[in-house]
């Protein structure tokens, strides 16, 4: 079987912020549509939390939601932690795009081979973070100025 990429993508700002009470805490239309671009055809792995938020499955793409508590949902599987989801994953030869939260982008820092950030621009206040990580140990594959923000698509070096 070919290995799969897996790429964490996530949009956060320079103080890494992700979320606030649950949801995305800005509007960036031409963001979501990157998002949409980008993973469309492939595979999402997602917490239960960013789950909720979204509050469905996302069209044309596969949806693995990492839960313990989920119960069966039409239009995704739902696996107890992130080494069953990706193995699940990998299944199908897809790319394997890691869609946050925190847990799920924590475990898997150390299983990505790259990164696709989108760098927010501007200040909000939020709860939710992306974990500390060493930046320095990813190499810029390519870097975008889309004016409200700024998309980066990192390697492991
Ligand atoms: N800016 C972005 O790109 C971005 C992306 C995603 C999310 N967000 C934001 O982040 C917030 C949600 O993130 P969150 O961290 O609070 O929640 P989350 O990771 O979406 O969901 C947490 C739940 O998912 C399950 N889970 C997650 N990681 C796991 C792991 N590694 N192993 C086992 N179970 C795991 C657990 O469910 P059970 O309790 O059922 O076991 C856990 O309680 C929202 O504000 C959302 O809008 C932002």
Redesign the pocket.
Known sequence: MIKSSKII????TEQFL????????WQIPEELRLFRDLTSAHTLI????????IGRPLPDRRTI??????SKTPGIEIC???PSAVQLAENYGEKIFF??????Y??ALPLADLMSI?WVKGAYT???YFPAFDLSQWQVISDRDYGSFRHVLYRRC
Do not use: C, K, Q, Y
Not at 65 to 70: C, I
């Open positions: 993508i996530v949009a956060m992700i979320g606030a009470a649950g949801e995305i805490p997602m917490g239960r939390h960013t789950f909720a938020s939601v990492v839960s313990r508590h989920l107890p932690n992130l869609a946050g939260g925190v847990g799920i924590r475990d989108s939020g709860d939710t």
